[in-house]
């Protein structure tokens, strides 16, 4: 009987397991953008109202089982409108192109150059806007790029807003940053100040960058790499976001954002506004962060569209402005978290030495989109940039009374300081009021810089069969006000400070200006062109751009009226490249690229000392630089190896030097290294993701400089001994793992590891004039390993869609140098540096309507 039973059981699973596999049939396709026609890997495919579903591979391909009678699946990817397809049986439903869920975007990102990965030949890493949003947390805007190969990002001092990013050893004032399209590193630095854009988090919609040459046309300052960044447009869909956060240290975070979405009438408005305020890690680094962002698009026919883009971040933070020895440091009752540069002021907590910035620096677009036939577009882009703030500094005789030697990170013998070891504003306030005929001995300033930037950007494509063209006109205008002004006299009734137009004795009040008073205009004209052409199997481009640079100083204060304005100073930087890429088949292709690239110097090199006097030994600086690259992409895994080469040289270099002005010239340095970067996704739950990158970043040679006392007359000169010397402030040897798993249905958990190694502290030349002594490298930071972890739950609220997200950074608290200057000795004890976080938390929740 026994037997029997077991032998009809066994038929009924046979037969179950042979009507299942009846009642499904097989779905399959490929999913693509439908405007670039890029495979989407991680695309959604579901049955709706059933379990059944499965996401695209990395080549956009899927196949999906689904139950007998299924009527239709649901194919969706953020950044894209949801498309519905109907079913009947087992098909093959093609190429399946998804539309995006934002109006122009394409047309942006043409502007823009983001490029299709694997057709393109340069080395591209794309961020999306999911991730910023789980991966984030309450780090700063550019770390998001921390697990990516070659690039290594720091918070600096740690005030919000102060963060960094180097690519391949390189600064930002030589990596170019774009924001649609528009160039927005300083013009007179090349700098980049991510406070002034601390709202980019919240309006980003792909971050992307392009390491080495880049795809874009224009002629940037790019030694390192471009990095993209595309912002929001206006959603295709009506629609908003409510978001609420709340971190470490009192941080929080509220965020709205509201669509009307592509109405009849061809209008489309989104408008976000966020509020960020607390505190960050440090001591003495609190801050108050708004943000805000309007994009109002308007489809005038088939033809023409139109759109406004603002956004802007008002913000005021605390900083830490001075570096300190590990072992004042350890010293210290806040150990780490210790800030020298804030104090008492009033009774209240006082940002004031070094210690203070502020700042709001709106950018408005006005972007025409012109689709001249199906194969020809012309886009026009007028933007303009009023930036105005500034950061606070103390003058004065006596300003040693709130004062940080900035070569050794202690006090000075006269530094006042409370019982609790914060600056004494207070004390010094009434030690002020005591220089009755004198006025104020120490001071507040504002050091503060202003700037108006407009510019015209037009770019023209034309598609021949397989071969794109692409000319295009960039045109802009930089006006810089720099100025200090009294912000707070510290209990004294006045300050004196003279200068060529003004009386050593005029009693200066709150608001006037003092030390220096100077502008700085940059004219930059050039033009561009790209012939890219692409075929089943390979692609090739070409492109060139030419410009005029022009530089101006007006000085108020060191000169008499009729004689304060320069001459303008004419550079015309040029530069051209070339790159091929092959696919082998469907899985495997190799690209290579290679360029020159002769830059203007930067205004600080082209007036010496701050003044309106030429350096005659200003130089063009050239960069030669290759790359050779080879791709695999299969279903659930891809993967990239790029090596790469960078000549810098010529590289011009001016310091100031308590006093004295260094101008260094002719430094050249050689970055050359290995990028992979794997991503592996065995199932709908599991993504693996893995960096590793190593680069060796060198200077060449031994430099000689001169050192000018301040009415610019020549001390002497010197030789700095930096000859294989390793380049400072960047980890030359990272790598990362993220893995992120889907525990339980809507319930995603990611950690991520990071490993930093052979970071060298960064160097002043000219204080490696001593022969063999100083032809040492700088201090070696110790590597460091740390974790974060971060998980995502997706629900419903009535028929709200909702999610809760949480991230903690650092998980076990490790201890690390973040920064370092090196100091006379070349080893740890000498060394200055930045710690970086310890254990950082944030939590939120997200909801849709």
């Known amino acids: 009987m026994k037997n029997a039973m077991r032998s009809i059981l066994t038929m009924a699973a046979v037969l179950m397991l042979s009507v299942a596999a009846i ?40 196949a999906l089982q689904v139950p007998q009678g299924a009527s239709k699946v649901i194919v969706s990817f953020v950044g894209f409108l949801d498309k519905e397809i109907a079913l009947s049986g087992a098909q093959d439903l093609g190429t ?34 999911e991730l910023i949003e789980n991966k984030l947390g309450t780090q700063e805007f550019p770390e998001i790029l921390k697990s990516t190969p070659s690039i290594y990002t720091s918070k600096e001092g740690g005030g919000f807003g102060d963060a960094s990013v180097y690519v391949r050893g390189f600064d930002s004032n030589n990596v170019g940053v774009l924001i649609n399209g528009i160039p927005v590193n300083d013009m007179e630095s090349g700098k980049v100040y991510w406070s002034n854009w601390a709202g980019l988090s919240d309006v980003t919609r792909t971050m992307q960058v392009q390491r080495g040459l880049g795809a874009s ?102 900083q830490r402005g001075n570096k300190h020895t590990i072992q004042q440091y350890r010293d210290h009752k806040d150990e780490f978290k210790y800030n020298s540069d804030y104090g008492i002021r009033d009774g209240k907590e006082y940002g004031g030495a070094y210690g203070y910035n502020y700042y709001h620096k709106p950018q408005a677009q006005l972007n025409h989109y012109w689709n001249i036939d199906d194969k020809t577009n012309l886009t026009t882009s007028l933007y303009a940039s009023i930036g105005s703030g500034g950061g606070r500094r103390v003058d004065g005789a006596q300003k040693n009374w709130l004062g940080v030697n900035r070569y050794t990170g202690a006090d000075y013998d006269e530094t006042m300081r409370t019982g609790d070891g914060l600056l004494d504003f207070d004390g010094v306030a009434a030690r002020n009021a005591t220089y009755v005929a004198e006025g104020s001995q120490a001071i507040i ?17 034309k598609d021949i069969d397989n071969l794109k063209l692409t000319a295009g006109f960039d045109g802009r205008y930089y006006k810089g006000e720099h100025y200090k002004e009294i912000d707070d006299l510290l209990g004294g009734a006045f300050f004196l400070d003279g200068h060529k137009n003004r009386d050593d004795y005029t009693k200066l009040k709150k608001g006037d200006k003092y030390s220096y008073y100077n502008d700085g205009e940059v004219l930059y004209t050039g033009v561009f062109g790209q012939g890219e052409y692409v075929a089943d199997d390979y692609s090739a481009f070409v492109s060139a751009a030419i410009s005029r640079k022009a530089y101006k100083r007006v000085d108020y204060f060191n000169y008499l009226p009729g004689e304060q304005e320069s001459d303008w100073e004419d550079f015309f930087p040029w530069n051209v490249k070339a790159g091929f890429n092959y696919k ?26 701050y003044t309106n006097e030429v350096n005659e030994d200003v130089k063009y600086e050239k960069i030669i630089t290759a790359e050779l690259g080879y791709g695999y992409t299969s279903t659930n895994f891809d993967a990239k190896v790029t090596a790469y080469w960078t000549n810098w040289i010529d590289k011009g270099l001016v310091m100031s030097l308590q006093g004295q002005t260094a101008n260094i010239t002719g430094l050249n340095q050689l970055h050359k290294g290995i990028e992979i970067e794997a991503t592996y996704k065995p199932s709908k739950k599991l993504t693996v993701k893995g ?79 001593n022969g063999a002594e100083d032809r040492v490298d700088s201090w070696e930071m110790p590597d460091v390993s740390l974790v974060d972890m971060n998980f995502v739950y997706k629900f419903k609220i009535g028929n709200l869609d909702a999610s809760v997200n949480g991230k903690v950074n650092n998980l076990f608290n490790v201890e690390y140098v973040s920064k370092a200057d090196d100091g006379n000795q070349h080893n740890a004890a000498s060394a200055l540096v930045w710690y970086g976080y310890g254990t950082t938390w944030s939590t939120g929740l997200k909801v849709k309507f």
Do not use: C
């Open 584 to 609: 082998i088949n469907s899985v495997h292709n190799v690209f290579v690229n290679g360029g020159y690239v002769q830059r203007s110097p930067y205004f600080r090199n082209v007036f010496l000392n």
């Open 445 to 461: 300033g504002n050091s503060v810089n202003n700037h108006t930037w407009v510019g015209l950007l037009s770019t023209f494509t």
């Open 691 to 769: 960096m590793l990158s190593v680069g060796d970043w060198v200077y060449e040679d031994d430099v000689n400089f001169s050192l000018y006392d301040d009415n610019n007359v020549l001390i002497d000169e010197f030789n700095a001994y930096i000859k294989d010397v390793h380049v400072g402030n960047s980890a030359q040897l990272t790598g990362a793992l993220e893995i992120n798993y889907e525990v339980l249905p809507k319930l995603r958990v990611g950690i991520d590891y990071l490993y930093n190694g052979r970071h060298f502290a960064d160097f002043d030349p000219t204080n490696r004039t």
């Open 96 to 129: 399946i192109k998804l539309e995006s869920d934002a109006v122009g975007l394409n047309e942006v990102s043409v502007m823009a150059s983001i490029v299709t990965d694997r057709q393109t030949p340069v080395s591209v890493s794309t961020i999306s806007t």
């Open 217 to 318: 046309k224009l002629g940037l300052s790019s030694v390192g790499g471009t990095i993209n960044v595309l912002l929001k447009s206006s959603d295709a869909k009506k629609g908003g976001v409510v978001k609420t956060s709340v971190a470490n240290d009192g941080r929080k975070k509220q965020l709205f954002s509201v669509s009307t979405g592509l109405m009849d009438n061809g209008w489309a408005v989104t408008l976000l506004g966020s509020h960020t305020y607390g505190s960050m890690w440090a001591k003495g680094t609190e801050f108050d962060a708004w943000a805000y962002y309007a994009n109002i698009s308007k489809k005038i026919n088939e033809k023409h569209s139109l759109a406004f883009m603002i956004t802007g971040a008002p913000q005021w933070h605390n």
């Open 23 to 62: 009642a499904q049939t097989t779905v399959k396709g490929v999913v693509v953008d439908g405007d670039s026609g890029e495979s989407l890997p991680g695309a959604s495919i579901v049955v709706p109202g059933t379990t059944s579903g499965t996401v695209s591979g990395f080549d956009g391909s899927f």
